[in-house]
């Protein structure tokens, strides 16, 4: 059962010996992942803590290892606050800093390490973390909990719940602890929540482009097709230029999405899956009201894309600067990153696709083979946008990428239409434990890291796993 008022207990009872720290002039250390919901719940942390005035510094890292967490200790920090990591390496953590560090997370986590004193993980208080709590939700609290002051950071609780897609609830909306924590943002006037179409872009995209940018839900013949796209709405009648200026979703009226909407129902006409893909265009819409329209912050969902974007293109800091405030600079260089993000993904998508050899299907597992072709950094998105189309929505999806050193970068994601139970957190922890790599994460999403000489025998395991 949910408890939130033992979540905030947990919390306040941890802010004395915080306090006692940073009035100390202690050495913090946040160090988070560099997701969206990483970026967040870092920035949402350091923020707080910054506020207090302590002595504080955020680093950003893409995995947590045992290597990591040395080298993490060899800094001499005072005391380490981890967020969006470490639940899956309590012991480590243990050995190395000998109780001077913070979990703050949401990934699952054992029996055994469920109870210890210097974790504070969702799943301890009764929420879902795969669906209903997110890091940056985690983290908000944890702020609020330091200062009720600190409500403004909501938002990133939001962007962060949105980013990581637990938006769970009808209409694709939030539920849970990332719920409440909306809702704060939405009582202090930061937050906008309305029923309306959920195009990619809606903010800032021209029309056709944000319909063709659209993966959730896939659009047949319209998803990664501008001209496609464009011709289809051109001869529907539907004004795409105001003042030669290119119009936007956002900006069009109640009948203009009428006929968007209409127009888009014809061009899927009976194929499988498009009445889900009609009703999957419209749900919950959030938006920042302070944020300058027709740029993507203005829309939390446009946010978190931005802040994946420079996550996963070595921009993690660039992605921080502008969940702290940052819309100069940080800003323009972010939004530059957005582009060559998804130029690379639909570049890493062609490769995967147009070569029959690199998508071996085994019943209801989908085995992608992206390596060479495919950036470890845009694995997680690609297998993202495979899992929603059409041919594999039904399916479990675990794909593969060169990482650094003689290492194999695991993805895996399941259809929202699959029919089978599977815990893909446990399935990718338990196979690649069986082969000397670590994994771990959601039952609907999760990861790994492995050696690529065990390539064959973690597919093996997780073909045994999937299919048991």
């Known amino acids: 059962m949910a408890d939130l008022e033992g979540l905030m207990q947990r919390y306040r009872s941890l802010v004395p010996g915080i306090m006692e720290s940073v009035l100390a002039g202690k050495r913090l250390l946040v160090v988070t992942h560099i997701d969206a919901d990483g970026l967040c719940s870092g920035s ?13 510094t955020v680093r950003t890292v893409p995995d947590l290892d045992p290597k990591t967490i040395t080298e993490l200790a ?48 969702a799943w301890a208080f009764g929420y879902d973390g795969g669906r209903e ?24 609780a939001v962007v962060g719940a949105l980013a990581d897609r637990q938006e769970s609830g009808p209409g694709r909306s939030l539920t849970g602890l990332n719920r409440s924590a909306m809702e704060v ?16 872009g809606r903010e800032t995209r021209p029309v056709h482009e944000s319909v063709a940018l659209t993966s959730t839900p896939f659009l047949k013949g319209l998803t990664g097709s501008k001209d496609a796209t464009l011709a289809l ?10 003042g030669g200026a290119w119009r936007t979703i956002s900006s069009l009226g109640d009948d203009e999405k ?13 194929e499988p899956g498009a009445t889900e893909a009609l009703a999957g265009l419209f749900g919950e819409v959030y938006t920042f009201r302070f944020e300058d329209p027709f740029t993507p912050l203005r829309d939390a969902r446009e946010f978190g894309t931005l802040l994946n974007s420079c996550g996963r293109m070595g921009l993690a800091g660039i992605g921080i600067s502008v969940c702290l405030g940052d819309r100069s600079a940080a800003l323009k260089e972010a939004m530059r990153n957005l582009s060559d993000y998804r130029s690379g993904i639909n570049r890493a998508l062609d490769a995967v696709t147009s070569d029959a050899s690199r998508v071996e299907p085994h019943g209801r597992l989908v085995l992608v083979n992206g390596e060479g072709v495919v950036d470890e950094r845009l694995l997680g998105p690609v297998i993202s946008i495979l899992t929603g189309s059409p041919a594999y929505k039904d399916k479990v999806v675990v794909g593969r990428a060169t990482s650094r050193g003689n290492d194999l970068k695991i993805s895996s994601r399941v259809g929202d239409l699959y029919e089978g139970a599977v815990d893909l957190g446990s399935v990718m922890r338990e196979a690649a434990a069986e082969v000397g790599g670590v994994g771990g994460g959601h039952a609907m999403a999760a990861g790994a890291k492995i050696p690529a000489s065990r390539a064959d025998a973690f597919s093996k395991s997780v073909a045994d796993r999937v299919s048991g």
Do not use: W
């Open 74 to 121: 060899s800094q001499r920090h005072d005391f380490y606050i981890f967020v969006d990591l470490a639940s899956t390496l309590v012991a480590e953590l243990e050995a190395a800093l000998g109780g001077r560090y913070l979990v703050i997370d949401h990934h699952e986590i054992s029996e055994a390490d469920i109870g210890n004193q210097s974790v504070v993980n």
């Open 185 to 200: 943002a939405q009582k202090k006037g930061l937050l906008m929540v309305s029923k309306d179409l959920m195009f990619t």
């Open 258 to 270: 009428r006929k968007l909407t209409e127009a888009i129902a014809e061009a899927l006409g009976s």
């Open 133 to 156: 709590a997110c890091s940056s939700t985690m983290a908000y609290f944890f702020a609020a909990a330091l200062d009720p002051a600190n409500s403004d950071l909501s938002t990133l």
């Open 233 to 242: 709405l051109h001869n529907s009648g539907l004004e795409l230029k105001e």
């Open 44 to 56: 949402a942390v350091f923020s707080a803590l910054k506020r207090r005035g302590a002595n504080v």
